[in-house]
């Protein structure tokens, strides 16, 4: 992907606060502390909305990854067996 270029084609710098001045930096406001209690109350009620796929996804989503795997395989191995033949025929030339 091409990034967009800045006007001139050049990167701005970083920015700096001119000489005697401060920069602060809002970090927005600050998060309330809960109890460990309040904690594990809000983890197990996030992991009550966890849809787990079935059996059936889980099988079919396998047997995809475990084509793709084989395909890959052979793509490289072909690749490869071209690659071996285009070098051993580029050195016989030079013998």
Aim: aromatic letters at 10%.
């Amino acid at each position: 992907m091409a990034k967009a270029k800045t006007p001139g084609g050049r990167r701005p710098g970083p920015q700096t606060a001119p000489a005697g001045q401060t920069v602060t930096v809002d970090a927005g406001p600050a998060k309330p502390r809960v109890s460990p209690m309040q904690f594990f109350a809000q983890v197990r009620a996030e992991a009550r909305k966890i849809v787990w796929p079935s059996r059936k996804e889980t099988w079919i989503t396998s047997v995809m990854v475990f084509i793709m795997v084989v395909l890959a395989a052979v793509f490289f191995f072909v690749v490869d067996s071209l690659l071996t033949v285009a070098f051993r025929f580029i050195i016989a030339l030079g013998s």
